[in-house]
């Protein structure tokens, strides 16, 4: 069945900290995924999409496809970075969209 | 301004009463989707539309109804709900009909059954 894991409930940084998000997807076609994330109080919005390459908020995330994994990143991590943060992936033929558990980021000052 | 409203925001009901949660969107998107938000388990997609009376299951349908008869609108039925239906409920839309866009999420309604 496809799947989106992301392995962390928590990650628990330090402010300046390199931050890394997992992600793994199974999946056999050609996916296209997806970070949002949902700050405290706001609506969940998105972050980073993977066609499109971006670099947002000093986050990137690169589609692996051979480990299928799309890990986020960001080398030094700030405070506003905390918030609950999904990984998602919509089928090529579009339609059904599948997010993860969702991580939790805290930058501690 | 553009955006996607729900309504209500929050709603505590008892078991069997049927309920309809709205979602509306002002961007003319072709694409719309429920999404329910539990603990640990993150979002799970209830339905979706790619367009005007076309809807389909999501991973989690059952014990829901969709209907979308405008383009705008998108309300989630809950015809009997059950108290594993308490849950904080989202709506989305997205431009592109397939849904391989930018989802703009609603701002969630927090609903409990009893």
């Known amino acids: 069945a496809q799947r989106v894991t992301q392995p962390e409930k928590l990650l628990s940084v330090f402010k300046g900290a390199p931050v890394e998000l997992k992600c793994n997807y199974s999946?056999?076609?050609?996916?296209?995924l997806f970070w949002y994330v949902q700050y405290s109080r706001q609506r969940l919005q998105l972050l980073l999409r993977?066609?499109s390459r971006e670099s947002i908020k000093g986050f990137t995330a690169d589609l692996n496809k051979g480990e299928t994994s799309f890990h986020l990143k960001k080398p030094f991590a700030q405070e506003e970075d905390s918030a609950m943060y999904y990984c998602?992936?919509?089928?090529?033929?579009?339609?059904?969209?599948?997010f993860g558990q969702g991580t939790e980021l805290s930058v501690k000052p | 301004e553009a955006q996607v409203t729900q309504n209500p925001r929050y709603l505590i009901t008892v078991t069997g009463k049927k309920l309809t949660v709205t979602c509306s969107q002002n961007?003319?998107?072709?694409?719309m989707s429920w999404y329910r938000q539990d603990p640990g388990l993150g979002l799970r997609q209830i339905y979706y539309?790619?367009?005007?009376?076309?809807?389909d299951k999501g991973d989690v349908p059952e014990g829901y109804k969709v209907s979308r008869k405008e383009k705008r609108n998108f309300p989630l039925i809950l015809e009997s709900p059950s108290p594993n239906q308490t849950s904080l409920y989202f709506c989305?839309?997205?431009?592109?009909?397939?849904?391989?866009?930018?989802?703009?999420f609603g701002p969630g309604t927090r609903l409990t059954v009893l």
């Open positions: 989305a839309s997205s431009f592109i009909s397939t849904g391989r866009d930018t989802q703009y």
């Open positions: 993977h066609i």
């Open positions: 961007m003319n998107h072709e694409y």
């Open positions: 998602a992936l919509i089928y090529n033929q579009g339609g059904k969209l599948i």
């Open positions: 539309s790619m367009n005007v009376e076309v809807t």
């Open positions: 999946y056999s076609g050609s996916p296209e």
